[in-house]
């Protein structure tokens, strides 16, 4: 399986941490969703971090089969879609950007 991770750097405007949390719930991730072979859209929401860690508010996680499937949903138009609906986020929520990390994830179900 490949995921592909989207870490947030940067920080959430002031009194906008709840309306940040919604906006990606319920506006990006059902656009991430319509992605042709996504097999999981996973959200992780950060509420510590260790003493000098980098301010992460949001690490989300895209998988797919494969990488092939994940190429063809990123040339994708619905991705442009997900491109607007994060910078209206940003605009709204954010001040920070985006980095992305493709890995080949292997789960151990416990």
């Not at 040339?75 to 605009?91: K, L, W, Y």
Request: proline share 5%; net charge negative.
């Amino acid at each position: 399986m490949i995921t592909r991770y989207a870490l947030f750097e940067g920080t959430i405007k002031d009194g906008k941490t709840d309306a940040f949390r919604a906006a990606i719930r319920d506006r990006l991730v059902p656009v991430l969703r319509t992605f042709d072979g996504v097999l999981e859209v996973s959200i992780a929401f950060t509420d510590e971090r260790d003493d000098g860690a980098p301010d992460l508010p949001l690490i989300m996680a895209v998988s797919y089969p494969d990488v092939e499937t994940m190429q063809a949903a990123l040339s994708s138009p619905r991705r442009q879609a997900a491109i607007a609906v994060t910078g209206e986020i940003f605009a709204e929520c954010f001040d920070g950007h985006i980095h992305h990390h493709v890995t080949q994830r292997t789960a151990f179900p416990i």
